[in-house]
């Protein structure tokens, strides 16, 4: 069955305009309009990420300082419709890696609300250890990310052997994992709630009143380092905002934060590519394993 006729099924009444509206690694993006409201359909390349993405909505919803979208219903892969898939509200504003303001002011205004948005998700604490929401736990942060750390390095072994991955950016992988210990030296002591893929991409903006008004798309949240998160908010227009800066104004960075977030950027991403089997941009990587060397 083809989307479109699928999606009128499942809402019981037929949309005026359906179209695609984004997409990345994971999952294509879909909005329906209808009379009086719209209707967003993430439609996932995957099985097992669309439950994987709600239960991370729903742990993240209980503690966001903004709103975040309410699940209207839920698909999994079948012959009617082969993908896994869900519906949600549309959430009003713009997407905030696209906001610019020349007004240092209104810049400032915005950055507070994003950060003081991340701040209650960081503040959120997991007495039971580090890990996957609703998976293994583990008793210390470098226990859970060493046997990701090494699981991602093979990843990139593999992507090597295809020839999406130079010789370089391998030698940077294999390097950072003989010296993790030499990055991760301070022990991490809290398991934060971290959103996974925080940058303002994924994050809805009210440009007249300079505010979020929404946070979507977690990706790979986890009760984890609080930093893990920090090497994103200078992607997109992060570093025009100052994000990073008015996080570490609010609060106290660990002094081997840099190399960690350098360690976090060049792994995640290997990640993303590997599974999402997303064309690898080998200039980006490059950078990535660049920034990383100079601590290893």
């Given at each position: 069955?083809?989307?479109?006729?699928?999606?009128?099924?499942?809402?019981?009444?037929?949309?005026?305009?359906?179209?695609?509206?984004g997409?990345?690694?994971?999952?294509?993006?879909?909005?329906?309009?209808?009379?009086?409201?719209?209707?967003?359909?993430?439609?996932?390349?995957?099985?097992?990420?669309?439950?994987?993405?709600?239960?991370?909505?729903?742990?993240?919803?209980?503690?966001?300082?903004?709103?975040?979208?309410?699940i209207?219903?839920?698909?999994?892969?079948d012959?009617?419709?082969?993908?896994?898939?869900?519906?949600?509200?549309?959430?009003?504003?713009?997407?905030?890696?696209?906001?610019?303001?020349?007004?240092?002011?209104?810049?400032?205004?915005?950055?507070?609300?994003?950060?003081?948005?991340?701040?209650?998700?960081?503040?959120?604490?997991?007495?039971?250890?580090?890990?996957?929401?609703?998976?293994?736990?583990?008793?210390?942060?470098?226990?859970?990310?060493?046997?990701?750390?090494?699981?991602?390095?093979?990843?990139?072994?593999k992507?090597?052997?295809?020839?999406?991955?130079?010789?370089?950016?391998?030698?940077?992988?294999?390097?950072?994992?003989e010296?993790?210990d030499?990055?991760?030296?301070?022990?991490?002591?809290?398991?934060?709630?971290?959103?996974?893929?925080?940058?303002?991409?994924?994050?809805?903006?009210?440009?007249?009143?300079?505010?979020?008004s929404?946070?979507?798309?977690?990706?790979?949240?986890?009760?984890?380092?609080?930093?893990?998160?920090?090497?994103q908010?200078?992607?997109?227009?992060?570093?025009?905002?100052?994000?990073?800066?008015?996080?570490?104004?609010?609060k106290?960075?660990?002094?081997?934060c840099?190399?960690?977030?350098?360690?976090?950027?060049?792994?995640?991403?290997?990640?993303?590519?590997?599974?999402?089997?997303?064309?690898?941009?080998?200039?980006?990587?490059?950078?990535?394993?660049?920034?990383?060397?100079?601590?290893?």
């Open positions: 069955m083809k989307l479109e006729d699928f999606v009128e099924k499942k809402q019981g009444k037929r949309h005026k305009s359906f179209c695609r509206i997409g990345g690694y994971y999952a294509d993006v879909y909005k329906a309009d209808y009379e009086n409201e719209s209707t967003i359909i993430k439609v996932h390349k995957s099985k097992g990420l669309t439950e994987r993405e709600i239960e991370q909505i729903k742990l993240l919803s209980e503690h966001s300082l903004s709103p975040m979208p309410e209207l219903w839920v698909h999994s892969a012959d009617e419709f082969d993908s896994d898939a869900f519906a949600m509200t549309l959430l009003d504003g713009v997407n905030g890696g696209t906001v610019y303001y020349l007004s240092k002011s209104k810049r400032e205004k915005l950055a507070e609300d994003v950060i003081n948005n991340l701040l209650a998700f960081h503040n959120v604490k997991s007495p039971d250890g580090f890990g996957i929401i609703g998976g293994r736990r583990y008793a210390t942060f470098n226990e859970c990310y060493r046997e990701k750390a090494d699981e991602i390095a093979g990843y990139a072994q992507l090597y052997e295809k020839g999406q991955l130079t010789a370089g950016v391998l030698s940077v992988v294999k390097k950072a994992v010296n993790f030499k990055v991760f030296y301070l022990p991490i002591t809290e398991a934060s709630l971290i959103h996974g893929d925080y940058n303002m991409w994924n994050i809805l903006v009210n440009r007249k009143s300079c505010s979020v929404a946070v979507i798309d977690p990706c790979g949240c986890m009760w984890a380092d609080s930093e893990y998160d920090l090497y908010l200078n992607n997109a227009n992060g570093r025009h905002l100052k994000l990073f800066e008015r996080y570490s104004e609010k106290s960075l660990s002094e081997n840099m190399q960690k977030m350098a360690f976090y950027e060049l792994f995640t991403e290997i990640e993303h590519y590997y599974n999402s089997g997303y064309p690898v941009n080998k200039k980006r990587l490059q950078k990535c394993a660049d920034k990383l060397e100079m601590y290893l």
